[in-house]
């Protein structure tokens, strides 16, 4: 049988060859790269990386696909794994309010915020829901995005809740992209609870939790664990709920606060702690132990025009494995981890190859998929980008524009840069 594909003649293969877990401190530096590299993939997975010559010699054969990427960058696809894929209408009126210095509370008051975007998710059908969220799927995937998680959260009742983890498994059916999916119902209070936190996440474990699992519409639980938010107490309660109905986890930790997140991650045993801007260094020390992940999010200071970024140099100086998401939300509109990676780059002292690990294998273990995707190795799924620059310093040296000129999934191409204007 002839192989589905060969990529070949790259300037640098990043193959990030190597254990099949989170890498931490001098690993995060090592992207294990061959020149003039190439690969095989056949029957979705990938079956052989070297060499153009050595690749070719043993899987060269009629009727393969090639994809000469001379003078190109190779690597996996990206994971995103931290994003709010799902939810209804947009809050662009906010930026204006933002850059007259308007806090977080005056926006909620003038009808922004997360409860105006409760209010619009709520209010869209099922359709409506799909479609617009298939729409930044469809970017995401073009910007190089293979693997995504997506959590709900912009419900806060059972059935809105239950709306979007429905159309999330719908985007995973329809779309070349694995979705990973997260309940996040304790992603703040709603209106009709409001002042009464403590009911609301009792409502939120008796009545909804359940269901979520009964369907199998989640794999993680998810909670908000922030000053003004819920307390690492009442974040507890839910965690162990979620754990206690086979669930995996993640905390929203510590964003604006030292907030007891992060040493919450590492006691309920998260797979990963994310936000990080304001941890303490006891929960620092704690990720450290546990080997829990560290997402960082960069893109969601720069969108609410805070210097408060996360301290990604500290982070894996002291050996937490830290990874990267986009945070897509409204309050965040970023699709591309592209740009996600020059923000880490540029304002939280991360090397180019330090956020490209921590873009793939790194937030690969924060979702559970380390020993499938996240790395370009015989026996991987055949998830690979190849962008339009010859080395892995030009992701972050280059921004604002999508480098992606082929994106293939599972061994096959899903998207393609339209021909230049001039040929």
Not at 111 to 132: C, E, N, P, Y
Not at 137 to 146: Q, Y
Not at 230 to 243: E, G, N, P, Y
Request: aromatic residues 6%; hydrophobic residues 40%.
């Amino acid at each position: 049988m002839p192989d589905d594909i060969l990529i070949i003649n790259a300037s640098e293969l990043v193959t990030l060859k190597g254990p099949k877990r989170a890498r931490a401190k001098r690993e995060m530096s090592d992207l294990a790269i061959v020149r003039d590299g190439a690969l095989a993939i056949s029957g979705g997975v990938i079956v052989d990386v070297g060499r153009t010559e050595s690749v070719l010699k043993e899987h060269d054969s009629q009727g393969v696909e090639r994809i000469d990427a001379s003078g190109k960058l190779v690597m996996p696809g990206f994971v995103d794994p931290h994003t709010h894929l799902v939810y209804g209408g947009s809050r662009e009126f906010e930026l204006e309010f933002k850059a007259k210095g308007k806090s977080y509370l005056e926006i909620l008051k003038g009808g922004g915020g997360i409860l105006r975007t409760v209010k619009d998710t709520r209010a869209a059908s099922a359709s409506d829901l799909f479609h617009q969220s298939a729409r930044r799927l469809e970017s995401m995937i073009a910007h190089g995005s293979t693997t995504i998680e997506a959590k709900s959260g912009y419900g806060l009742d059972r059935d809105s809740e239950l709306k979007i983890l429905e159309t999330t498994r719908k985007l995973a059916d329809d779309y070349p992209a694995d979705i990973v999916p997260t309940f996040l119902g304790a992603h703040a209070v709603p209106s009709e609870y409001e002042g009464c936190p403590d009911d609301y996440l009792s409502f939120v474990i008796e009545d909804v939790l359940p269901e979520v699992r009964k369907r199998k519409l989640a794999e993680f639980c998810d909670v908000f664990c922030e000053k003004g938010v819920f307390t690492a107490d009442q974040s507890r309660r839910v965690l162990l709920a979620a754990k206690e109905l086979g669930m995996k986890l993640k905390v929203h930790a510590d964003e604006f606060k030292a907030s007891g997140g992060a040493e919450l991650a590492a006691e309920v045993g998260a797979v990963s702690a994310d936000h990080l801007a304001r941890p303490s260094d006891d929960g620092l020390m704690a990720l450290v132990r546990k080997d829990v992940v560290g997402v960082l999010l960069p893109g969601t200071p720069y969108s609410s025009m805070s210097k408060e970024y996360a301290d990604g140099r500290r982070l894996i100086d002291l050996g937490i494995p830290v990874a990267l998401g986009t945070d897509l939300n409204p309050n965040c509109w970023n699709e591309s981890m592209q740009f996600t990676i020059s923000l880490a780059c540029h304002k939280m002292r991360m090397t180019p190859a330090e956020a490209i690990t921590a873009a793939t294998i790194n937030s690969a273990a924060a979702v559970g998929m380390e020993k499938r995707v996240g790395t370009l190795e015989r026996g991987k799924r055949g998830d690979v980008i190849v962008l339009d620059v010859p080395s892995h310093a030009h992701v972050p040296y280059r921004f604002g524009t999508n480098l992606c000129s082929t994106v293939v999934k599972d061994g096959r191409v899903v998207w393609e840069k339209a021909a230049s204007l001039d040929s």
